[in-house]
């Protein structure tokens, strides 16, 4: 595990409320980091999600891990209140070096017993807008600020790592569409020693998931009754792992612009999982199905 080797770095996990991003915080922690941790649920005032978690008890979560994490109240489908955040940023900090890009929401919208004619339009194209146009507008306003040092990565976190289906056009189309964009910004930003990569969980144990399967982290593999393949599911703090692991590689510009994996990048950079195991979702998913991811 790679501990204090970014101390000195400048994070911002944009989405860091919950589930992978506030894994990812976590893990920048672990490894020393300032993280700024951005989202719209604050325990004054919960985002439409409804859920219990805040973007202050992920930064008290960094703090106890050995960062220094800092909560900022934003709204990254806001393009001013995203030009604020960075604003903040440079004034206390003067840089930025790891992006984080894990804004989602889609959850709720996704209607999986629906082909894409039978599912709401509605809801459809507000997946897609709740998810690609945050990740826009926070690329268009954190590019400036690492093109100025020449040097930073940004990470976009997604659901695989290639194009095939999903289980859902709306949700398929989102999640690819995320690839698309590190390879696409990727190109524009290596000129300046900055790096954009995708990445993708496995079967990820998020707070919403044990709610969903009824358990919690102690007792979660009682939740295999109700799916025998969450045996193969990993916590968040094992793509927070991946990213310390890919922030502190000074290779990194050799990955730019394309997707990975938690369970390929524990075989590469060798970290754990939370209970010290190594989930390997793309080994379970070939054993199980005969395809590789």
């Not at 106890?64 to 604003?87: K, N």
């Not at 916590?235 to 990955?255: C, E, F, H």
Request: proline letters at 3%.
């Amino acid at each position: 595990m790679i501990r204090k080797k970014l101390k000195d770095t400048i994070a911002l996990v944009a989405g860091g409320t919950r589930g992978a991003g506030r894994g990812i915080s976590v893990a920048l922690g672990e490894a020393g980091a300032t993280v700024y941790i951005t989202g719209r649920s604050t325990k004054n005032s919960p985002s439409e999600m409804k859920r219990s978690e805040t973007i202050e008890e992920t930064a008290e979560l960094v703090n106890a891990a050995g960062g220094i994490g800092i909560a900022v109240r934003t709204d990254h489908s806001d393009s001013a209140e995203v030009r604020r955040l960075f604003e903040r940023i440079d004034s206390e900090r003067g840089r930025l070096d790891l992006l984080v890009n894990d804004v989602w929401g889609g959850d709720p919208l996704v209607d999986w017993s629906k082909k894409f004619w039978e599912h709401s339009l509605e809801d459809g194209l507000k997946i897609q807008r709740s998810c690609l146009d945050p990740h826009l507008i926070t690329n268009y306003f954190a590019a400036p600020l690492m093109i100025r040092n020449r040097s930073g990565l940004v990470l976009e976190i997604t659901d695989g790592i290639d194009y095939r289906y999903r289980g859902n056009v709306y949700y398929t189309l989102i999640k690819s569409s995320i690839i698309n964009l590190a390879s696409s910004i990727a190109e524009e930003l290596k000129p300046f020693g900055i790096a954009a990569l995708a990445l993708t969980p496995g079967f990820l144990r998020s707070e919403a998931m044990l709610d969903h399967f009824g358990v919690d982290e102690k007792n979660w593999k009682d939740g295999c009754a109700k799916d025998p393949h969450f045996i193969a599911s990993e916590t968040p703090l094992y793509i927070g792992r991946a990213v310390a692991a890919l922030a502190s590689d000074p290779n990194i510009l050799a990955k730019t612009g394309k997707a990975f994996s938690t369970w390929k990048l524990s075989e590469e950079f060798d970290f754990v999982d939370a209970d010290g195991t190594r989930p390997h979702w793309g080994n379970y998913f070939f054993e199980k199905f005969g395809e590789r991811l």
